[in-house]
């Protein structure tokens, strides 16, 4: 079965990790899970979920200073690595290659691998220093994919916006969780107005 590594970092938005999990639950890939100390707070705060709930979700789980994980080594082979929320720290740790625990670690992994890093940015708004390094990563072969809503699907709940983007996250990956309305044009009898300059 293929693998994922899925990394949750201290920024707000801890449920993108948790639902993410929860998605790909039912597909057939393997979920590998680290959770950094500032993440765990973050869930404290944002969720009534326990840490070892959330760490029930996947797989496999490790500690953020397990450095002989498996998840640290490129011999162990995965389909890649998101981390979903992405913090500033995390990202900048990844974009110097200046890594100090599991987390960035194997991220650096990932890339150094080849294999796809998808980052879910959680930061706004962004200074040039912070642009430079997101520059610096999409030229190293890492995917920025902030959880941005789609208001073309309508959603009527936050959970439904959260849904969208988790999938949209999982489809870097070709795994489809059901949770993405797919956009197929204006409804139909909705007549297009043509493009202003």
């Known amino acids: 079965m293929p693998r994922l590594v899925v990394g949750i970092s201290g920024a707000s938005g801890a449920v993108y990790g948790i639902r993410l999990l929860k998605a790909l639950k039912p597909l057939p890939?393997?979920?590998h899970?680290?959770?950094?100390?500032?993440?765990?707070?973050?869930?404290?705060?944002?969720?009534?979920?326990?840490?070892?709930?959330?760490?029930?979700?996947?797989?496999?789980?490790?500690a953020i200073g397990d450095l002989g994980a498996p998840i640290a080594s490129g011999s162990f082979p995965t389909l890649g690595m998101v981390i979903a929320p992405c913090s500033i720290k995390t990202m900048g740790e990844i974009?110097?290659?200046?890594?100090?625990?599991?987390?960035?670690?194997?991220?650096?992994?990932?890339?150094k691998e080849?294999?796809?890093?998808?980052l879910a940015l959680r930061e706004t708004p962004l200074h040039t220093g912070h642009l430079r390094s997101l520059l610096a990563l999409?030229?190293?072969?890492?995917?920025?994919?902030?959880?941005?809503?789609?208001?073309?699907?309508?959603?009527?709940?936050?959970?439904?916006?959260v849904d969208?983007?988790?999938g949209r996250l999982a489809d870097l990956f070709g795994?489809?969780?059901?949770?993405?309305?797919?956009?197929?044009?204006?409804?139909?009898?909705?007549?297009?107005?043509?493009?202003?300059?």
């Open 29 to 31: 890939v393997e979920t």
């Open 164 to 166: 969208h983007t988790v």
């Open 114 to 118: 080849r294999r796809r890093l998808v």
């Open 138 to 161: 999409s030229e190293m072969g890492a995917v920025v994919a902030p959880p941005v809503p789609a208001f073309y699907a309508r959603p009527e709940s936050i959970e439904a916006m």
């Open 33 to 62: 899970l680290v959770i950094s100390r500032a993440a765990e707070l973050t869930i404290a705060y944002e969720t009534d979920l326990k840490i070892p709930e959330v760490r029930a979700l996947a797989d496999a789980t490790y």
């Open 175 to 197: 795994l489809d969780t059901g949770g993405v309305r797919r956009w197929q044009g204006p409804p139909s009898g909705r007549r297009r107005r043509p493009m202003e300059d």
């Open 95 to 111: 974009a110097t290659g200046v890594t100090s625990n599991l987390l960035s670690r194997a991220a650096d992994v990932t890339l």
